[in-house]
C-alpha cells in the first residue's frame, strides 16, 4: 500500500499513515489503503490489538481539502458515506484500536480519533473539527461520537467553533485516556496495547461490543449486557482464567 504503512509485532498490528508532506490527509486513495490495513487487521487472527499513527508532524489533519473543493452534493455524500464505512470498521472490530496521536487531529483526524477505543496522545497533539471554517461541518462521525463520548456541551462547542485543543484540554474534557512525552508516545501505546492483547480475548471484545452498544438499546442495554455476559461466562476462557487466578499464574487465554 502506498499511503498506509503496516507492521505486525506478537498479536499487534501497527498502522502508520504515511503522506507526511500534505500532514496525511485523508484523500480517497489514503482512505482506500486505510480501509484495507483495517480489513486485513479484522481478517487477521493473530491480531489482538491495532495502533493507528501518522508519519511526521501530524496523526491526520482532517480529509483532503482540495478534493472538498472538487465536490458537488452528491459527491459529499457519497464522501461522507466512504469514511463513515471505513470508520466504522474500526468502531465495529472485535479488536482493540487505540489511537496513538503525535501531532494534529483535526476534522476527519479527530474523527479517526474518534473511532478508536481509546486515544493516547503525544503532548504535541492537537484536536479539533474546523470544518466550520471551509463552510462545511463534519462528515465522518464527529456530530455522532463526539457527542457520545463527550456529551452535547463540548460536542457543540468543539463543531461550532473549530477551535483547537491541546492535549492537556482534550485530556481534561474526555476526549483523550492519556497524555504522554512525545517521544514517549509509541512506547507508551505499545505498552498498553500488550497489556491489552494479555486479557481475555472474548471478555474484551464482548465488553467492547456491549460499550458500543450503551447508547442504542436504552434498557435493553442491560439484557444485551447479561446475554454478553453469559457468553464470557460459558468460555474455555473463563475456565482458565478461574484456574490461573487459584493457581497463582497468568491465564494462557485462547479466545474460546
Ligand atoms: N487537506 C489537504 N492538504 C492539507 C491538509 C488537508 N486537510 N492539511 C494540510 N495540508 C497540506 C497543506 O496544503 C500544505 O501543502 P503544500 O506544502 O503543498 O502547501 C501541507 O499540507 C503542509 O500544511 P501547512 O503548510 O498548512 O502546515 P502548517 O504547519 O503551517 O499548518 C495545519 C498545519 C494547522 C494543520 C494546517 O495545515 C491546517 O489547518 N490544515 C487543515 C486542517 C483542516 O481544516 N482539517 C479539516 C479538513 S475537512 C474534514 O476533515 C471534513 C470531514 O469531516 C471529513
Not at 118 to 123: D, L, N, T
Not at 228 to 236: K, P
Request: aromatic share 8%; with cysteine; net charge negative.
Amino acid at each position: 500500500m502506498r499511503f498506509v504503512e503496516v507492521e505486525k509485532r506478537e498479536g499487534i498490528a501497527i498502522v502508520r499513515i504515511n503522506r507526511p508532506d500534505k500532514l496525511n490527509a485523508l484523500a480517497p486513495e489514503v482512505l482506500e489503503d486505510l480501509e484495507k490495513a483495517v480489513d486485513m487487521i479484522n481478517e487477521d487472527e493473530e491480531v489482538r490489538v491495532a495502533i493507528i499513527t501518522g508519519t511526521g508532524k501530524a496523526f491526520v489533519a482532517g480529509a483532503d481539502i482540495k478534493y472538498i473543493g472538487t465536490l458537488d452534493e452528491e459527491g459529499g455524500y457519497r464522501m461522507a458515506k466512504f469514511g463513515q464505512r471505513v470508520f466504522s470498521k474500526i468502531e465495529d472490530s472485535p479488536k482493540v484500536f487505540i489511537a496513538a496521536v503525535n501531532g494534529y487531529a483535526l476534522g476527519g483526524g479527530s474523527e479517526l480519533a474518534l473511532a478508536c477505543d481509546i486515544i493516547v496522545a503525544s503532548e504535541n497533539a492537537v484536536f479539533g473539527q474546523p470544518e466550520v471554517d471551509l463552510g462545511i461541518m463534519p462528515g465522518w462521525g464527529a456530530t455522532q461520537r463526539m457527542t457520545r463520548k463527550l456529551g452535547q456541551g463540548w460536542a457543540k462547542y468543539l463543531i461550532l467553533t473549530g477551535e483547537r485543543i491541546s492535549a492537556h484540554k482534550a485530556y481534561e474534557i474526555g476526549l483523550v485516556q492519556k497524555v504522554v512525552n512525545h517521544d514517549n508516545l509509541m512506547d507508551e501505546a505499545i505498552n498498553l496495547a500488550q497489556t491489552l492483547a494479555s486479557k481475555g480475548p472474548l471478555a474484551v471484545s464482548l465488553s467492547k461490543e456491549a460499550i458500543n452498544r450503551a447508547f442504542q438499546l436504552g434498557d435493553f442495554g442491560f439484557e444485551y449486557e447479561a446475554k454478553l455476559f453469559a457468553r464470557t461466562v460459558g468460555s474455555e476462557d473463563k475456565d482458565e482464567g478461574v484456574r490461573a487466578f487459584f493457581e497463582k499464574r497468568k491465564p494462557n487465554f485462547k479466545g474460546k
